[in-house]
């Protein structure tokens, strides 16, 4: 089985329409979309729950008031500033702070507080009209986003496996950190997308540095490269120093707004001009088949 | 007065509105604290001189193997599993996956289990080119995954003399929660798309489970759809500003250039959503 990752660094470069126009591209495989506080593949490719599941990833501390002597122990013992005192209402935690570590539980003299799981968001199994995916939502203002990033890789593999599909198509979360750095694990193939501006540069140098940390070949996709074809430019010039091979590029189309304004992925938008961007993804498509099969 | 600059999606225009903000503010003194630590890039606008560079730590647990008895009570009381002990022999630290809570030294029967600083990243602190505007920053290690610590320390060096601007980074988890925090005003950025109203409720959720008041600014106006204005029409929220989608902004923002400088009629612009905020803050 094969497993591809899209991801930016920078965020809004243009993952998830390209992973939306991948899935109906691809033959024989199950989609995934790791972005899992923020998810909107779901928009293009219209799921149909078929299974949904809880995710408890993280404890939370819970405080029996009646318990409370209000000595303040709580608040001296945790490193997350979660527990404070008000005066209209005495000691209390601050759930979206709290990171379920259970030094406050340990320390509380009265033994008024205790760690409690918490459902912190929500794993789906769909099927689409392009084959199987799975999904996700994180509460708002939840924790532990790659712990579910996880779960929802775990969901895709398994339904790979009995569906007998040999790829999974994984749309990442923007950034470098714990949602990313999960969605890279064990992948054939980390796609970065990025844009010709200088902040999509500086972000790629950082993003191809994580991919390579932990090493993944990557490949780069150039979005809009037409925006200012000096940066894309010197985004090639970095991409050939490095021997990162340039997977595509892709001009800026108002056809991938008018797709997405209509929910479809813009490779299978009808619309009555002819769109190079859809064209163009479909020939790196083909193009990234072949790397990945190497 | 701290206001935070967000939203759901990313790469809808969050330095931008933040950057532009900031320079148009004549007279009051700005501080501008970028805590997208993953990828920040307002540094790349502003050319500041960088004053001060300075680790940034968290604590992991250093075992004292003169003291440890293998007895094996810090291991299970760790949610993270951040250690494993091996009787007799060792006990392992996976410093990547502690939190830095401290429990483990307090459960720790022998006193055997003391904590040393791990860096995460660094903070730069400096000036713009023009000596306007304080920029602090956090760069984020490569392969480091949480970035929470590191935001708090860059928010630690938060000056409340100061007009202060915070860049968030994208998203409605933990990272968010921390950047927007404790501030007197949240500005969610969004684009006129599906993506964009999708994210932009989640932000909006985040925001009112926080009880910080924001409203909204639409960049790359006139693309998309007219949801987004309906939306914020039915639940009350205040359009602060759109911002065209113009070829020329989008020509500056890839040349790393804040629009306000080359397009003065802006300024007025922002520094009247400034002033409304203001008001509406009190």
């Given at each position: 089985m094969r497993q591809l990752t899209v991801i930016s660094?920078?965020?809004?470069?243009?993952k998830t329409t390209l992973v939306g126009s991948f899935a109906v591209l691809a033959e024989n495989k199950v989609i995934a979309d790791c972005d899992v506080d923020a998810p909107d593949l779901h928009l293009l490719l219209h799921p149909e729950i078929l299974t949904k599941q809880e995710f408890k990833g993280v404890k939370i501390a819970v405080m029996d008031k009646t318990l409370c002597t209000e000595c303040g122990t709580c608040e001296e013992t945790?490193?997350?500033?979660a527990i404070a005192s008000t005066e209209e209402s005495g000691y209390a935690v601050n759930q979206a702070r709290c990171e379920g570590c259970g030094a406050c539980v340990f320390m509380c003299p009265q033994e008024a507080l205790t760690l409690q799981e918490r459902v912190s968001g929500y794993a789906f199994i769909s099927k689409t009209k392009y084959g199987a995916m799975a999904h996700a939502q994180l509460n708002v203002a939840e924790e532990a986003s790659g712990k579910l990033v996880t779960l929802v890789r775990e969901n895709a593999r398994q339904t790979a496996e009995k569906e007998g599909c040999e790829l999974i198509l994984i749309d990442g979360a923007p950034g470098i950190g714990c949602p990313v750095i999960a969605s890279l694990g064990g992948v054939d193939l980390a796609l970065i997308v990025t844009e010709p501006t200088q902040s999509g540069l500086h972000d790629l140098k950082r993003i191809l540095s994580v991919v390579e940390h932990f090493s993944v070949k990557p490949s780069v996709c150039i979005n809009k490269y037409d925006i200012n074809e000096e940066v894309t430019g010197e985004i090639e010039a970095f991409c050939r120093e490095k021997g990162t091979e340039i997977a595509g590029k892709i001009l800026y189309d108002d056809t991938i707004t008018k797709a997405m304004v209509a929910g479809v992925p813009v490779v299978a938008f009808e619309s009555e001009l002819k769109s190079t961007a859809a064209e163009e993804i479909t020939l790196m498509w083909h193009r990234i088949e072949r790397i990945i099969q190497q | 007065m701290i206001i935070s600059v967000a939203s759901g999606k990313g790469g809808t225009g969050k330095t931008t509105v933040a950057l532009n903000l900031a320079l148009s503010l004549s007279n009051v003194q700005v501080q501008l604290l970028d805590c997208d630590v993953e990828e920040p890039n307002s540094h790349i606008f502003l050319n500041p001189v960088i004053e001060e560079t300075k680790p940034a730590q968290t604590l992991v647990p250093k075992v004292n193997y003169e003291l440890c008895d293998y007895c094996g009570k810090c291991a299970p009381a760790c949610e993270y599993n951040a250690l494993v002990v091996l009787p007799e022999k060792e006990v392992m630290v996976f410093p990547e996956l502690c939190h830095g809570c401290g429990l483990c030294s307090l459960v720790c029967p022998q006193e055997a289990i003391s904590e040393e600083p791990r860096e995460i990243g660094v903070i730069k602190k400096g000036r713009s080119g023009d000596g306007k505007i304080d920029l602090v920053y956090g760069l984020l290690n490569i392969g480091e995954v949480k970035a929470t610590p590191l935001i708090d320390q860059v928010k630690a060096e938060l000056n409340p003399a100061k007009t202060v601007i915070i860049d968030v980074p994208p998203g409605t988890a933990c990272p968010v929660i921390a950047a927007v925090q404790s501030t007197d005003y949240c500005i969610l950025v969004t684009e006129p798309t599906p993506f964009g109203l999708y994210d932009l409720k989640l932000a909006v959720e985040v925001l009112r489970v926080l009880k910080i008041p924001f409203g909204i600014v639409v960049n790359k106006a006139g693309i998309g759809d007219r949801k987004v204005y309906e939306y914020c029409a039915k639940e009350g929220i205040p359009i602060l500003l759109e911002i065209p989608h113009d070829k020329r902004i989008a020509r500056y923002y890839s040349e790393g250039v804040p629009f306000v400088r080359e397009m003065p009629e802006w300024e007025e612009r922002f520094a009247g959503m400034m002033k409304s905020i203001k008001e509406y803050v009190g």
């Open positions: 660094g920078k965020g809004g470069t243009g945790c490193r997350f500033n | -």
